[in-house]
């Protein structure tokens, strides 16, 4: 069944309308000084997140990182692109037994292309 977005639309506005003073609620009864007197619970990211160490990263793990995220942003692509780099070095493509040796070989990966505009990006 084909709902046309006017009245999808409409039909969503009533029902947010008549649920905004339910969900609403608690902060419509509270007033201005207890607001600014409210204590909310705060987490920072760095108990949440352990802090990065480059030495806890191998530089293959990294060469891999740097080349998947340069090709592209969206994960399903990303891992094709793993794909291909890991299959290059297993079968020693071009020569190439390494992760760095298999994503600077010239002409293989767009972002380390000799000149590219986005190699020093990367590198």
Known sequence: ??????????????????LLPVIGFGFASMT???AETRQNPVVTVAHVIP???????????LWLARCI??????????ELVAWVIRN??????????????????PYQFSAFN???AKRRLYL
């Open 1 to 18: 069944m084909h709902v046309p977005p006017q009245r999808a639309a409409a039909a969503l506005s009533l029902v947010l309308a008549a």
């Open 32 to 34: 201005a000084q207890e």
């Open 51 to 61: 802090p990065f160490s480059r030495d806890a990263v191998s530089e293959d793990v």
């Open 69 to 78: 995220y340069s090709e592209t942003k969206r994960a399903p692509e990303q």
């Open 88 to 105: 290059r070095v297993e079968t020693g493509y071009r020569g190439q037994r390494s992760y760095e040796g298999a994503v600077l070989d």
């Open 114 to 116: 000799p000149g590219s």
